[in-house]
């Protein structure tokens, strides 16, 4: 299990959920806001989106192939930082499994190199520039989480059946950047955590029409609980670590 922390033990904080717009996302931010020890919770989405229309909301998207709108983003977050508004909680609910005329593979017969970079673009590069523009800006002193949503299939130790090639390499590559960041991260802020976690299969546009029978599909309100659970519950030690909705750590 996750570790034995006794949660954020401070107030008048500010969290930010990147990915908003997606059904997870937005369930996340519903619940943070909710949340007392939150003074405010930034919801950033691509421009346009529902997320990024409100005065608390930031246009960020990591699907462009430059990063200035993630620079820009992190420099907004900044000034309330440095108003004294503490970074403590970040959470990367983005994530590509199918769309734009692209489908999970079942053969390396289907392997195609547009698809391939669309999910690394999506799954890896752009969640290594967020770390690289938001870890910065995490406190030096206390807890503070930087969580991104991996997937159970990108374990490469669980791999039993195969398929699905451009979705398990690229969350497979986020998660060696996550640890590899973790490492970092620690040396400059030892008590901040950088972690990746799998949220299960959960009834939204990315996973649920891939819903098996016999697996448990979670309401987006009902996963994110169990993932705000689990980020409340770990510690300094877990950081660099890969965990399910439980709290388990997966194999790599």
């Not at 409100?54 to 977050?77: N, W």
């Not at 692209?102 to 195609?112: A, G, T």
């Not at 930087?146 to 039993?160: E, Y």
């Not at 996973?207 to 609980?225: D, I, M």
Request: net charge neutral; glycine share 10%; with cysteine.
């Amino acid at each position: 299990m996750a570790g034995d922390a006794d949660g954020f033990n401070f107030s008048g904080v500010l969290a930010l959920v990147i990915g908003a717009r997606g059904g997870l996302g937005a369930a996340l931010c519903q619940q943070l806001r909710g949340d007392p020890r939150f003074r405010q919770v930034l919801a950033a989405g691509r421009r346009g989106d529902p997320a990024s229309s409100t005065d608390t909301g930031i246009d960020l998207d990591i699907t462009l192939p430059d990063e200035s709108s993630i620079a820009t983003a992190a420099a907004h977050v900044d000034t309330r930082v440095k108003a004294g508004m503490p970074l403590r909680l970040v959470i990367d609910a983005t994530g590509f499994l199918h769309g734009n005329s692209f489908e999970p593979e079942k053969s390396w017969r289907q392997l195609d190199a547009a698809h391939m970079a669309h999910a690394f673009a999506i799954n890896a590069i752009g969640p290594a520039l967020l770390m690289k523009h938001f870890l910065p800006l995490l406190p030096r002193s206390g807890k503070a989480v930087f969580a991104t949503l991996s997937a159970k299939v990108g374990s490469i130790g669980d791999n039993r059946l195969g398929g699905w090639y451009s979705y398990r390499a690229s969350k497979a590559a986020l998660n060696q950047l996550v640890h590899t960041a973790a490492i970092e991260l620690a040396r400059q802020q030892p008590q901040a955590i950088c972690v990746a976690l799998h949220p299960g299969t959960v009834d939204t546009r990315l996973s649920s029409r891939f819903a098996k029978s016999g697996l448990e599909v979670q309401t987006p309100e009902a996963a994110a609980a169990r993932l705000l659970a689990v980020i409340d519950g770990l510690s300094a030690k877990d950081t660099g670590g890969f965990f399910n909705h439980h709290g388990e750590p997966l194999p790599w």
